[in-house]
Every structure is written in C-alpha cells, then in structure tokens.
C-alpha cells in the first residue's frame, strides 16, 4: 500500500502513524481501491493524507480522511 512506502523512512510519533494509515483505509474504501497496489490514485490519496496529518496538532481519521478527498477534488462513490 502506498501509505506504507510513504512512512518508511517517515519520523512520525505512532499515534500519528496509525491515524494515517486509518484515514489511508478510510479514503480507499471510500475510492473502492481496497487492495489496489499499483493505482497512481493510491499514491496521491496517502500524500495528501501525510500532507493534512503534518499540520494537525490533535490528528482525526474520519477528518482526515474527508478533507484529503474534498482536497483532492473526489467524490466518494
């Protein structure tokens, strides 16, 4: 997945970390990419998720993952 990649060499706290990764699962279920490995789309949706989770003090999922969407201009199906 490509939140993983992206959090590899990350320094992020681990509560950070799994906030991330929800709203990552969260934007992909959403998206209907669940297992999608290599769609581009994938990698755009986890930057911009690492993107919005960088500037939250007290980061949401749920949040997170609306605005990543509403940011990158697509609509849940």
Known sequence: MAIYRLLANAAFDPAKVSVMIEAYECACKAL????????????????????????EVEPDAQAICDRSLQELGITKH
Request: glycine share 4%; no cysteine.
């Open 32 to 55: 209907d990419l669940i297992g999608a490995k290599t769609d581009p789309l994938t990698e755009l949706v986890a930057k911009k998720i690492v993107e919005i989770t960088q500037s």
